[in-house]
């Protein structure tokens, strides 16, 4: 397991930049909003913490065909499979080399943005904390995604219909935590429900990937 | 005898077809009563003025669009337990039907609320979570369009049904969570209290069990054309394969 981490995490930082292009994509999505909406302060302040959720949301999108493709082209994923590894672990080492990939920098870098959108000062430990709560779900939400689509030629945008849907409950509860957190509200709730969410999927999903994973290396 | 028995493709055609123009013959006519009776034969509501007999559509159908999903997700169960082809197919072939009742449901909504709400459209939780609704209903359609195999499709649609299933009731109390609605409680409930009145109700009733039986007359005429369309590729296959041998 620890060695197919760490080759993923290796693919992952070197092969074709897809580490930089994510960081980058959420940067170019914050930096449009103000153009979009105005550069009014108070605006900005009142959608920040949505609007970052949503750029994190489609950054993470992004890299998500690559989870699976190249090891699926390659025939590493058939070796994988018949390896005595199950195909369920395989599934969330691989969600957690994505995590670290793309959610855990765009979480680190998501403060930073916070500037640029004006957020309210009380809002950026919530915003950490949230993202770093949120992303993983996102993560192997979007596995499940990739496994399912990893056999079509071009799968890129029906994964995008088919995981933006998935993503709908955790977006609820991420950006009601930092915008909650923003006002000085409670954030207990919708904190838990987003920690219940990635812990849920983590423990169930990885099951409907490898069960999709099997269908598509038959 | 086992219910199993009607798995059988070709069992499932001969049972069905005397059947369906029947099915339809009754959906047309408890339709036609339903909607008569409701459109014409009730008083206005004593607020809301004749607007709300747009209930006659608008509850049946978010009623099947629901129940629609539901049924997809027993039938791709089935399908992955016990691999009969028509359930799968059958799956496959309810999901444009319960797509098309959500549209309607939403439409007739929106027609409702503009004058009631005043909006055509707002972020209420019941009205969020068939928005929600209908991009599974488009999501798994897509994928069924896009696999080429057919077994292959079928398995990977009954797993996102299975997920989809999951996350549809998690959107729901989500967006619970999220939003306070501006949509009334339950028409239709056991507790009387809540219901409305006694001289909608029957009406509606009817209107109800038309669409039961329209969607069902629907899915049955949609797995036939199912069914026949993989018998010509079957027989085009093997047409194909003749061609080879001889040449």
Request: proline share 5%; aromatic share 10%.
């Amino acid at each position: 397991m620890k060695a197919l981490l760490i080759r993923d995490l290796r693919l992952g930082l070197r092969a074709g930049g897809g580490f930089g292009l994510g960081l980058a994509f959420f940067l170019i999505v914050v930096v449009l909003v103000p153009f979009g909406v105005g550069p009014e302060a108070a605006v900005l302040t009142r959608i920040a913490p949505g609007i970052l959720w949503v750029a994190a949301l489609l950054a993470a999108l992004l890299s998500l065909d690559r989870i699976f493709a190249l090891d699926f082209e390659d025939g590493s994923l058939a070796l994988l499979a018949t390896s005595p590894l199950p195909l369920e672990a395989a599934a969330v080492v691989k969600a957690l080399a994505h995590w670290i990939t793309t959610g855990l920098p765009l979480t680190l870098a998501a403060p930073g943005l916070g500037f640029l959108l004006n957020l309210a000062p009380d809002a950026y430990f919530y915003l950490l904390a949230s993202l770093a709560l949120g992303t993983p779900a996102l993560s192997i939400i979007g596995t499940f995604g990739a496994a399912l689509t990893v056999g079509l030629r071009r799968g890129g945008l029906l994964l995008s219909l088919l995981v933006l849907p998935l993503y709908i409950p955790t977006l609820i509860f991420g950006a009601e935590a930092v915008r909650r957190g923003a006002d000085g509200l409670a954030t207990a709730t919708p904190m838990v429900m987003l920690a219940g969410i990635t812990a849920g999927a983590f423990a169930l999903l990885p099951f409907a990937s490898a069960a999709a994973l099997r269908v598509n290396l038959r | 005898m086992s219910i199993w028995e009607y798995a059988n493709p070709k069992k499932f055609m001969a049972t069905t077809a005397p059947v369906l123009p029947w099915l339809f013959a009754l959906a047309a006519l408890a339709m036609g009563v339903g909607l008569v009776w409701g459109f014409f034969l009730t008083p206005d509501d004593f607020r809301q003025g004749s607007t709300v007999k747009i209930i006659y559509l608008h509850v049946p159908s978010a009623l099947m669009a629901i129940n629609a999903w539901f049924m997809m997700l027993v039938a791709s169960l089935i399908w992955l337990v016990r691999r009969h082809h028509v359930s799968a197919l059958a799956a496959r072939a309810a999901a444009p039907v319960g797509m098309v009742m959500t549209l309607i449901a939403l439409f007739t909504g929106a027609v409702w609320g503009q004058p009631m709400w005043g909006t055509w459209w707002a972020w209420d939780p019941r009205l969020t979570s068939f928005l929600i609704l209908l991009l599974f209903y488009l999501g798994y359609i897509a994928l069924w369009e896009a696999i080429e195999d057919p077994d292959t499709a079928a398995d990977l649609t009954s797993v996102l049904c299975i997920v989809g299933s999951v996350f549809a009731v998690l959107s729901r109390y989500a967006v619970n969570f999220w939003n306070q609605g501006l949509h009334q409680g339950a028409s239709l409930s056991l507790d009387k209290e809540e219901n409305v009145a006694d001289v909608f109700y029957i009406p509606l009733l009817v209107c109800i069990a038309a669409f039961v039986l329209l969607f069902i007359a629907l899915v049955i005429q949609r797995t036939h054309t199912e069914i026949r369309l993989r018998r010509i590729r079957a027989l085009e296959g093997r047409a194909q394969h003749a061609g080879r041998v001889e040449a």
